[in-house]
């Protein structure tokens, strides 16, 4: 599976941005999608999750109520919906898709290549 992020930007705190993730390949073979982000300076984290197939989705707490992933499996496109950002959400953000078996071993078999999103205060 390839996958290309998109979507990021400069905005102002309170201000919102949708990412989005299209995957092309062996998308039938996609179980999740993740998206995970890398602060200047700090390690890549876990953003939010969702199921390909069962739509199921989980986040970090820090972007509970502020942050949506759904998908679109039509457009083979995972999205993120970032409301009310704060300066703080400023970071590269990645999408990852795994396949049932990476992620049973915490792994994730393709990554996007990082879009830059950048939060003003």
């Known amino acids: 599976v390839q996958l290309q992020a998109s979507g990021g930007g400069l905005v102002q705190a309170g201000g919102s941005l949708r990412l989005s993730c299209a995957a092309s390949?062996?998308?039938?073979?996609?179980?999740?999608v993740d998206w995970f982000r890398r602060a200047p300076k700090k390690e890549r984290v876990f953003v939010a999750s969702i199921a390909w197939r069962g739509g199921n989705t989980s986040y970090q707490d820090s972007v509970k109520g502020r942050f949506t992933i759904s998908r679109d499996m039509a457009k083979n496109t995972v999205y993120l919906q970032m409301n009310s950002l704060k300066p703080e959400d400023t970071a590269i953000y990645y999408c990852?898709?795994?396949?049932?078996?990476?992620?049973?071993?915490?792994?994730?078999?393709?990554w996007g290549q990082g879009t830059q999103v950048t939060v003003s205060s």
């Open positions: 990852a898709a795994a396949d049932p078996d990476m992620w049973s071993r915490g792994l994730f078999d393709s």
């Open positions: 390949g062996r998308t039938d073979s996609m179980y999740v």
